[in-house]
């Protein structure tokens, strides 16, 4: 029980903007810290931000830091991630994820014990 959807994933340019979607259905989503992870194609997948289950408290990681917001809706089961000034990367999976225990922090990745399918982002040059 439990499914988290990724959502807005397209090809951009360098320097555009983009907004990520992850809708959490059949799931408690209030009282979860979320994330959001990145995965390019051979490499290991990085948490790139995350919120808290009140967000009150975020934190990402230095290569995002300043042009990546994270945010939540509760009433909506959802979170977000706004992508600002894009780097030519290539092509990257985004993935959210959902921590396994209400009312505490994501300490790591095997906190989060919910995962959407991924939803695909291309920048180009």
């Known amino acids: 029980q439990g499914q988290l959807v990724e959502s807005g994933g397209r090809l951009v340019q360098a320097g555009a903007s983009l907004r990520l979607s992850c809708v959490a259905f059949?799931?408690?989503?209030?009282?979860?810290?979320m994330g959001w992870f990145r995965q390019a194609p051979g490499k290991e997948r990085d948490v790139i931000t995350r919120i808290s289950w009140s967000g009150a408290s975020t934190w990402y990681a230095d290569v995002v830091k300043g042009r990546f917001t994270i945010s939540r809706d509760n009433a909506k089961n959802t979170v977000y991630l706004q992508m600002d000034s894009l780097k030519p990367d290539g092509t990257d999976i985004y993935y959210c994820?959902?921590?396994?225990?209400?009312?505490?922090?994501?300490?790591?990745?095997?906190?989060?014990?919910?995962w959407g399918q991924g939803t695909q982002v291309t920048v180009s040059s």
């Open positions: 994820a959902a921590n396994g225990d209400t009312y505490g922090a994501a300490t790591s990745m095997s906190s989060f014990c919910y």
């Open positions: 059949g799931l408690p989503f209030g009282s979860r810290a």
